[in-house]
């Protein structure tokens, strides 16, 4: 399994200026990194492809779903613009040759709510046309859409496993999967190893996060469990760190980051990257 660290650990937004992160992530001994197209605009396209391949380092690439990009929306124009967003990440994933771009497709990060039966039926039909139309594109493309349950904190749509595999189901393309978070799976799933298995070949992308989004192996994650449930059912996908050293405001409001999560990101990811080696 290739072993990787999302942009996020360092800065957000992602950007041109950020660049020196990718030589980090390198000189770590990462096989993957993870850009976060929070703004597409900020980002050289060009040059980041171009710095990986000197690197010799392969990219996924993840979204940011804030509460313009919505495509289960009461507003139209936010269904639209969500979609929108989606297909721009698979066109950006496709150029950058990542096999997956991955994230909640389904839904705003930070939206929670209770509301009615019929209200939730309305959005997840919403949610379904769109899903429908990123997957047709990702057909055509040849990336596959990674979508990712969240917590019951972050969101009230898609918390579980289970979840999941109904959407994906009913949607019914071989290019929309499943990513599993773990530090999510840790609060909705009664045991990782066993979600795992349930997905079998649905599973496409994993991001292996700490209890708390800490650096791995610093909690109590299952790690061993996890790791013989991955090669279980036969996982070549990768293993991405996923946690948030500089958010904005916004990704810190929604992901309810209210302080440091290590000494450092440089700490994080050395000791991250040792325990993931040695563990998978």
Known sequence: ????????????????????????????????????????????????????????????????????????????????????????CLEIASELESPVFGGPLYSAVGKTRLVSEAQKRQERQWCLENLHQAARRAEALGVTLALEPLNRFETDMVNTVDQAIELVDEVGSERLKILLDTFHSNIEEKNIPKSITKLGGRLVHVQANENDRGTPGTGHLDWIGICDALRAIGYRGSLVIETFGEPSKELARAASIWRPLAASADELAEEGFAFLKKTF
């Not at 990009?69 to 967003?85: H, K």
């Open 1 to 88: 399994m290739n072993i990787g660290i999302s942009t996020f650990v360092w800065v957000s937004p992602f950007s041109t200026a950020s660049f020196d992160v990718l030589r980090k992530v390198k000189d770590i001994g990462y096989d993957v990194v993870e850009i976060a197209v929070e703004y597409r605009d900020l980002i050289d396209w060009a040059a980041l492809k171009r710095i990986c391949r000197d690197l010799a380092l392969n990219i996924t690439v993840s979204g940011a779903f804030g509460m313009d990009r919505d495509i289960s929306s009461e507003r139209p124009e936010i269904r639209a613009n969500g979609l929108s967003y989606i297909i721009d």
